[in-house]
């Protein structure tokens, strides 16, 4: 098993505070299972399915219509396979698939995805959207649009505009979109079932730079958002403070308001309080999800909507 304490000191200290059980450490030890998404702007589901069985065993995820849990060999990988060329599946962890699905969207939106590189949600919602409307495809870092946008030709997504913007930039855009996605940079702590790099690195002072950011940005798409809009916040890590924190010092400071996400995914309890704060008793809506409760990555997700 994983020994946290003597890979980072300080995130096991940390950690200690956040889920000190025995499944936590073995889960985080374990290697992810590989899951896709079916691309149904590239064909039907059901033609999809069946042409991937014919290879694969698969196994539907019970959050996402279009998710699978694929068995295959540690050493193959799905980017290579021609299914994954040609735009019919997307590798995307399956706990990842959870914000497209909450934000609901509709064909003939206009949706904003603030963070949107490498672009597994842009693609997942404009498969939603049934390629009709319009997607806002953000993010700060070109080299990681450069992915996000060979990923959108790859998927067919005719539907989206890729800008380069620091999010926080959107708030000029008061009252402008009908669903905001901000898929929040963050501390990665969910992904270290990926790649142990994510443990190395990790520091408590990235944490707290990061929690200021996220505020920033929150705020900047609760106003971008239309009144009667969906705004999605999610992160892939399970620090409190990039997390309740944050939708907390949204709800103080905005009249938006949360709501609940009924989804069948097993969950840990929101922290309503946190290395000595307090937060708003509302954050009990969030969904917290840790290693073990589903075998996937540590997420957290806020459904947040502001009134018509
Ligand atoms: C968790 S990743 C997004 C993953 C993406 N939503 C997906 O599903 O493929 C967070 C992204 O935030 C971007 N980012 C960091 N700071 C930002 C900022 N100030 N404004 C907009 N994007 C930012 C990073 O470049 C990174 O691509």
Request: hydrophobic share 40%; net charge negative.
């Amino acid at each position: 098993m994983i020994d946290f304490e003597e890979i980072n000191p300080e995130f096991a200290r940390r950690y200690r505070l956040i889920d000190d059980s025995y499944e936590f450490s073995e889960f985080m030890s374990k290697p992810l299972r590989p899951s896709i998404r079916v691309n149904t702007l590239k064909g039907s589901l059901e033609d999809i399915v069946s042409l991937l069985s014919e290879k694969y065993k698969i196994e539907p995820v019970p959050w996402c219509r279009e998710g699978f849990f694929i068995d295959i060999d540690e050493d193959s990988s799905i980017g290579t396979s021609i299914e994954h060329q040609l735009g019919l599946i997307f590798s995307q962890e399956a706990s990842s698939m959870i914000p497209p699905v909450v934000l609901d969207v509709k064909p003939g939106m206009l949706v904003l995805d603030m963070a949107a590189a490498p672009g597994a949600k842009t693609t997942q919602i404009a498969q939603y959207m049934q390629n009709e409307g319009c997607i806002i495809a953000n993010d700060v870092k070109v080299g990681r649009l450069n992915i996000l946008i060979s990923n959108l030709q790859r998927c067919g997504v005719l539907i989206a505009r890729v800008t380069m913007m620091d999010g926080r930039s959107f708030r000029k855009y008061e009252n402008t979109f009908d669903a905001v996605l901000l898929d929040a940079p963050c501390s990665n702590a969910g992904m270290i079932r990926k790649n142990y790099k994510y443990l190395k690195i990790w520091r408590l002072k990235d944490v707290e730079s990061l929690s200021r950011l996220q505020k920033q940005l929150i705020m900047a798409a609760y106003a971008a958002l239309k009144p009667g809009g969906v705004l999605v916040y999610s992160t892939c890590t399970l620090d409190p403070a990039e997390n309740e924190d944050v939708v907390d010092h949204l709800l103080a400071n905005t009249d938006a308001r949360l709501e609940e996400i009924d989804l069948p995914v097993k969950r840990h309890k929101p922290f309503t309080s946190f290395d000595g704060k307090e937060f708003s008793s509302e954050v009990k809506k969030c969904l917290r999800i840790h290693p073990q409760d589903n075998d996937t990555e540590g997420f957290f997700v806020a459904k947040i909507v502001k009134e018509a």
